[in-house]
Nanobody, 122 residues
Framework: QVQLVESGGGLVQAGGSLRLSCAASGSIFSINDMGWYRQAPGKQRELVAV???????NYADSVKGRFTISRDNAKNTVYLQMDSLKPEDTAVYYC????????????????WGQGTQVTVSS
């Protein structure tokens, strides 16, 4: 069994910062891509940022220059540093990790965190 636990959401004023964390635990052989998604009320879930095992990063255009994704492979943890937050960043943020539970798996299965609310007031 694999479990992802998120932390770090909350309420912040526009222009402020928050840092999200997502730690995986359980039967883990290795982790490929790690990412963050978000879903605002009435909208579809969208990709925010993704980081490969080798450290390559991609961001949604809406967060480039403001958000930074990073990972600690020794801790099976992915982070999202969010700076210069805007009211339109308000959403539930979900982490995603593509986890190989055995060495026989080529790419791994997708696991999701429980979601954490980020609210940015104007």
């Amino acid at each position: 069994q694999v479990q992802l636990v998120e932390s770090g959401g909350g309420l912040v004023q526009a222009g402020g910062s928050l840092r999200l964390s997502c730690a995986a635990s359980g039967s883990i052989f290795s982790i490929n891509d790690m990412g963050w998604y978000r879903q605002a009320p009435g909208k579809q879930r969208e990709l925010v940022a993704v980081i490969t095992r080798g450290g390559d990063r991609n961001y949604a255009d809406s967060v480039k220059g403001r958000f930074t994704i990073s990972r600690d492979n020794a801790k099976n943890t992915v982070y999202l540093q969010m700076d210069s937050l805007k009211p339109e960043d308000t959403a539930v943020y979900y982490c995603n990790q593509r986890i190989r539970t055995t060495y026989t798996m080529l790419t791994g299965d997708d696991y999701w965190g429980q979601g954490t609310q980020v609210t940015v007031s104007s």
